[in-house]
């Protein structure tokens, strides 16, 4: 659990080149840099995070796959039942993402809200936004199959998106916004479950590692792309146990629904090749933070461990029966489980929100000290 903070005045050392002497100024700025006031987790003195900027995949997709020509949508109910105002906004759980959830613990604001989100305010964009497009990936067929948005369409948002904040504020507070932020990158589950082994088009070209070494590469890439527009803090999230999620269950857990433990395996494989890429580029790329989180470790202890974080229910999501509805087969017309705080999983792919909860509270107390 994390006590409210209020975090003091941001103060920044700027020297002068001409006269080489330091100039100690206040940038005091709820405009520029949010109401850290709220912040749940203390930070560093000195040290601001001005924005929470995402990337990826379902699980920190604000509403970008609204308007998009693609079944993978979670704008309708029973997606956001627990949402302010009962609101399906195109996240795929019951309430906040892991996205909001951050942005909120570290006093930015409660909601990031989509790039793509028609009814944004301009000023959102100074605090931060998710690129994130449910049902895409590193491997470039993977967003292909369900008509999303590709990590280089993302990346071509991006672009945007700063020349939006250099209209605003100038070139220089945007080097500021985009060098202290927290950036989020949210991929590789979808490669893996869906293109490598439901689908299958990538298996007769790679085995296992080999595919495991594509998306590492893939990601590699992406991460030095927005280091060089100018990312500098970047968290970049392993592949979960998708063995273990309902939906791979009932597709590769035989009878009984167990783990797939094939699943789980390239899961793990992958991890152990995106984890030195990360650690290289965070070596080798000047004044980066680029951050390994394991994802994997802490939800198969939730997993296996349920009572222990207050959940019954794993194997299970609250949408119907469970086993299988996800995106459009989880609509109005299945019922929900009466009560999603017992649930891990809120349909069959994707954690509820107190699963989300228990597992943003440990990934911050685990790495929020690194990016500093």
């Not at 993402?97 to 301009?122: H, Q, R, V, W």
């Not at 290289?280 to 939730?302: E, F, G, H, M």
């Not at 909860?357 to 000290?369: A, H, P, Q, S, W």
Request: with cysteine.
């Amino acid at each position: 659990m994390y006590l409210p903070y209020m975090m003091k005045p941001l103060i920044i050392s700027i020297k002068l080149s001409s006269s080489k002497s330091s100039l100690v100024i206040f940038l005091f700025s709820f405009l520029l840099l949010g109401d850290h006031s709220r912040a749940r987790i203390t930070l560093p003195e000195g040290v601001t995070v001005p924005a929470v900027i995402a990337f990826g995949d379902s699980i920190v997709d604000q509403g970008a796959n609204n308007n998009l020509k693609t079944v993978v949508k979670a704008n309708f109910p029973p997606y956001g039942q627990d949402f302010p105002d009962q609101m399906p906004t195109g996240r795929f759980t019951n309430n906040k993402t892991p996205a909001d959830m951050i942005a909120e613990e570290l006093g930015i604001k409660e909601i990031l809200p989509a790039y793509l989100d028609p009814s944004i305010d301009n000023k959102e964009y100074l605090t931060g936004v998710s690129f994130a497009s449910g049902g895409s990936g590193y491997d470039p067929q993977t967003p292909k199959i369900v008509d999303v948005l590709s990590f280089d369409d993302q990346l071509k948002q991006f672009r945007e998106y700063i020349e939006k904040l250099k209209g605003m504020v100038g070139e220089e507070k945007t080097q500021f916004i985009l060098e202290n932020s927290l950036f989020l990158v949210v991929a590789g589950s979808d490669d893996l479950a869906n293109t490598y082994f439901t689908i299958g088009i990538r298996k007769l070209e790679y085995d296992v590692p080999s595919y495991a070494g594509l998306m590492a590469s893939s990601a590699s890439n992406f991460l030095q792309d927005i280091y060089k527009l100018g990312a500098r803090r970047i968290a970049v999230f392993g592949a979960p146990p998708i063995g273990c999620v309902p939906s791979q269950r009932t597709l590769g857990g035989g009878g009984l629904r167990a783990c797939a433990e094939e699943y789980n395996q390239a899961a793990q494989i992958y991890n152990s090749k995106l984890q030195p890429v990360t650690q290289y580029l965070n070596s080798t790329l000047a004044q980066s933070r680029i951050v390994y989180i394991d994802i994997y470790n802490p939800l198969l202890d939730i997993i296996e461990n349920p009572l222990q974080y207050g959940i019954e229910v794993v194997d299970k999501g609250c949408c119907g029966t469970g086993n299988i509805e996800v995106a459009i087969l989880c609509n109005k017309l299945l019922p929900t489980c009466p009560d999603d705080s017992k649930y891990l999983f809120w349909d069959s792919y994707h954690p509820t929100n107190k699963g989300y909860t228990i597992l943003v509270n440990e990934v911050l107390g685990k790495y929020v000290d690194d990016f500093f």
